[in-house]
């Protein structure tokens, strides 16, 4: 007997699980030649397979005795409920850890079979001891006819708050503020964010587009001036008002010019430039050398810092050394020191010197108070961690005289919240001093706590930016330390904690520099961690495909290099999206780019993105199927038949028509920036296969300030930037020499397909 007529199995899928590799053999089953006490333990589960219910738990028993479970889902929600409830039934402790449970043999007849028939969508259970053969039956059987007795609903539920925030970051981390839109939307109709917070990610959605004209509208801009707001919004605002006021005179080369009219509106917005802690844009470097020519009096020690902080080839640095120059009074001046000093530089809205002269300040609860002060308006991990450390150490009377200032102590409970282990009695000395991590390890360990920490993402946020990357990498310990801890159980809420915080992880762990060896463990666990979520949406897959290109340009062996892709094309079947071909294609480009461990594996690959692309062939473009083309050729593979009619079908439609991305770029000229240098020609080559007369031009400069660069930056048509796979300083020189309304366009992603994707949006 095959499957049942109405079945979600394929044809023929009992005999091949209970064939060659299964020591229960279906025709035995069927003819009931087996001992009947086994029959009797098999039943339950040969009545589900024959009546086709969804899911399907079925035994294996090998040839050597062991015995080995495997649950099937016919979807991939399904799938990912399943998943729930066997690690609630069964756990690892009885069937081991469960990262491999989705780690079928591909040389295994059985695990054939099952991924054949539930691709993605199928588990393996390895019972190790024999003792506990009973014990996982029993489980699963009440697994089974508790889910029967489940009454059925249908309910569309919201998606959490934590996750929506963290597609946010994703689609900014990717520059795609079309996304970022999106999740804005999503927030409104949940009616979840206040207006404020609303607000502010609407700023930052903005920024992501460099809509700097939309940021400056007066009625949005001095509504920001007037709230206390995120670093990352103030260093938003402070790159559009120097993009659009001050930009022009770097352009003219005229710093004099450029500290007139600053001196004019920075008495408009000083807010914005009390603190430039927490702010690493080239534009804020600038704005504050400004204002140390601009401030009276002059402020010649901001002055000195800038410059120290300043990499001796940085491209702007000709520039800052004008403005420097203007900036009145001796290089070597040294300001007045002590808590007088303090005082007055902080009523001069000097906050960062406020804050060092109240750190030499040998102790009083007057100091005390101005740290505490200062560091809630930095907002800064550092800032925190040493006002935190000041309050610490006081006496128990200059605490209990600090804290019992109501404003004061609602300074300090706020710092404690970025605390991994705030005291219970702030008024009391605390039994181990606040915490506040200084690395992922530290992060992550704090995520295991039974207890939740409200500020986990805004600490990740934080630490993104301030962790010391280059010292962390250095310590093997704490680099172990940080995969091993991606490794372990969380509650579910350091669960949602770590899927939420997911993309400023990814931006501290991925540099364009390249990913070093040390990391691999690292990555490997953060892989696992993004395979594995139970609510996978594209931005995730675009999170995997990032973390995998990472993995093989450290180097995968071949049996990795299979597991990689494995997760990588079961991730993607999860989704079930239709509008996923770009993400299909970008991922292959990737494959492409690189030598495979297993070329076999990658063919593979390649074979199911034609599959989906001709699934899906009302949404594949004619843009697509030549990229496509393109890569087979690099693979020495062939495109499917039906794809090559559909592109000569619409080669033919666009012909008559005219009105397509063809026509759209045909005589003009395109120039293209991205680190990938593989990828630029690619696009090339298709672009010239759609408009034989365009003229393109490829960049990969790491630092930009080329003269051809910066030609084509004046004078392209169209400028397409792979922001994921670009040098900001060289994303910068480009948006410096490009004309006032010239047409520069984001691709959302580091492959060919997102910069066709960019140009097919913005010209057809």
């Not at 393996?124 to 006819?145: C, D, G, N, S, W």
């Not at 939309?214 to 605002?237: C, M, S």
């Not at 920075?266 to 704005?287: I, Q, S």
């Not at 995520?447 to 010391?468: D, Q, Y």
């Amino acid at each position: 007997m095959s499957a049942p007529p109405r079945s979600w199995l394929p044809p023929g899928f009992p005999e091949r699980f209970f064939g060659p590799g299964n020591k229960l053999r279906w025709e035995k089953i069927q003819e009931k030649r087996l001992p009947h006490d086994t029959l009797e333990r098999l039943a339950p589960w040969i009545e589900a397979l024959r009546a086709g219910e969804d899911p399907l738990c079925l035994p294996r028993v090998r040839e050597d005795d062991r015995v080995e479970w495997y649950a099937l889902s016919a979807t991939a929600s399904g799938a990912r409920a399943l998943r729930e409830q066997l690690i609630a039934f069964v756990g690892p402790s009885y069937a081991g850890p469960w990262a491999a449970w989705s780690q079928l043999d591909t040389q295994d007849p059985i695990d054939q079979a099952v991924r054949q028939a539930a691709p993605g969508r199928a588990f393996r259970l390895r019972v190790p001891r024999k003792e506990y053969r009973e014990h996982v039956r029993r489980k699963l059987l009440l697994m089974q006819t508790l889910r029967k007795e489940r009454p059925l609903r249908l309910l569309a539920v919201p998606r959490p708050t934590g996750r929506i925030l963290g597609d946010f970051e994703h689609a900014l981390r990717a520059g795609d503020g079309t996304a970022a839109a999106g999740h804005i939307a999503e927030f409104r109709r949940l009616g979840r964010l206040s207006a404020q917070n609303q607000l502010f990610l609407e700023v930052l959605r903005a920024e992501c587009l460099q809509a700097w004209e939309e940021l400056l509208e007066p009625r949005r801009f001095n509504t920001l001036l007037t709230l206390a707001r995120p670093r990352r919004v103030t260093q938003a605002l402070i790159r559009a008002l120097y993009v659009q006021e001050l930009r022009p005179f770097e352009r003219a080369c005229d710093a004099a010019g450029a500290v007139a009219h600053f001196s004019q509106l920075w008495p408009t917005c000083p807010t914005l430039f009390r603190t430039r802690r927490g702010m690493a844009a080239p534009e804020v470097t600038r704005c504050f050398m400004m204002l140390a020519a601009a401030a009276r009096p002059a402020r010649p020690e901001l002055r000195d810092e800038l410059l120290a902080a300043l990499p001796v080839n940085a491209l702007d640095r000709p520039y800052l050394e004008a403005l420097a120059a203007l900036v009145p009074g001796p290089q070597g001046m040294a300001p007045a020191h002590g808590l007088d000093a303090a005082r007055k530089a902080f009523e001069e809205a000097d906050v960062d010197r406020a804050f060092q002269e109240a750190l030499t300040h040998p102790e009083g609860v007057e100091r005390l108070a101005l740290l505490l002060r200062c560091a809630s308006e930095l907002d800064t991990l550092d800032a925190a961690r040493k006002a935190l450390a000041s309050v610490d150490s006081a006496s128990p009377n200059e605490r209990e005289a600090l804290l019992g200032r109501e404003p004061l102590r609602r300074h300090y409970e706020r710092l404690l919240e970025l605390a991994t282990q705030p005291p219970a009695r702030p008024t009391a000395a605390p039994p181990s001093p606040p915490v506040i991590p200084v690395d992922p390890s530290g992060w992550l360990e704090r995520l295991r706590h039974p207890e939740p920490w409200p500020s986990a993402l805004e600490v990740a946020e934080h630490g993104m930016r301030e962790w010391l990357r280059p010292e962390w990498i250095g310590n093997p310990a704490r680099v172990e330390a940080t995969a091993r801890e991606l490794g372990t159980v969380r509650p579910p809420w350091g669960e949602e904690a770590l899927r939420t915080g997911l993309p400023h992880l990814l931006s501290f762990l991925l540099t364009p520099e390249g990913p070093e060896r040390v990391l691999k463990p690292v990555l490997e666990q953060l892989a696992v961690v993004i395979a594995l979520d139970d609510q996978v949406r594209v931005e995730q897959l675009q999170a995997l495909c990032e973390v995998t290109e990472a993995l093989i340009r450290i180097g995968l062996t071949a049996g990795e290099y299979r597991s990689a892709l494995t997760s990588l094309r079961e991730t993607w079947m999860r989704v079930a999206a239709a509008s996923l071909g770009d993400w299909a294609l970008d991922t292959l480009d990737m494959l492409v780019n690189h030598p495979a461990a297993d070329p076999e594996e990658r063919a593979q690959f390649f074979h199911e993105v034609t599959r989906y692309l001709q699934h899906h062939m009302r949404r594949t473009s004619r843009e697509q199927i030549l990229l496509l083309r393109d890569l087979a050729k690099e693979l020495a593979l062939h495109v499917p038949s039906p794809l090559e009619q559909r592109l000569q079908d619409e080669s033919r439609e666009n012909s008559a028509s005219g009105g397509t991305l063809a026509a759209a770029l045909e005589g003009r000229k395109i120039a293209l920036y991205s680190l990938k240098a593989n990828v630029l020609e690619r696009v090339t080559r298709v672009i010239k296969q759609l408009a034989p007369t365009a003229r393109v031009a490829c960049f990969s400069d790491k630092a930009g300030g080329s003269p051809a660069l910066k030609q084509q930056a004046a004078t392209a048509d169209i400028f397409v930037i792979a922001t994921a796979a670009a040098k900001h300083a060289a994303t910068e020189f480009i948006g410096v020499n490009r004309p006032k309304g010239a047409a520069t366009l984001y691709a959302a992603g580091q492959g060919s397909a997102s910069m066709l994707r960019a140009l097919r949006d913005a010209t057809y």
